[in-house]
């Protein structure tokens, strides 16, 4: 078998990993960011490893989320984001 892995970059860590590996981020219609973990909602897409806190720091840093979703994220939604996050630590 020779079946080809999807491959997404982590906005923290740069790093390629396999797409079950990441948690994606997407826009909420009303605002803000959440996890979208079945990786299917419309729209915009940026990646995080899963339980990695610092890979979310890092990206918040680098303000990379709102690059990535052409958007801009108040610090209170980063907040609320990294709360939804820790929903997805393994
Ligand atoms: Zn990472």
């Known amino acids: ?6 491959m997404r970059r ?3 860590c740069s790093e390629a ?3 079950k590996e990441l948690i994606r981020i997407t826009m909420l219609d009303g605002g803000g960011v959440a996890p979208d973990p079945t990786g299917r909602a419309h729209g915009r897409g940026v ?3 899963i339980g ?6 890092a990206a918040r840093k680098k303000k990379a989320l709102a690059r990535a979703l052409h ?3 108040s610090n209170e939604e980063l907040d609320a984001l990294a709360e939804k996050l820790l929903e997805y630590e393994k």
């Open 17 to 19: 990993k396999p797409k």
């Open 1 to 6: 078998m020779n079946k080809k892995i999807p």
């Open 47 to 49: 990646y995080l490893c």
């Open 52 to 57: 990695k806190k610092e890979c979310f720091e």
């Open 71 to 73: 958007a801009e994220i």
């Open 10 to 12: 982590c906005a923290g």
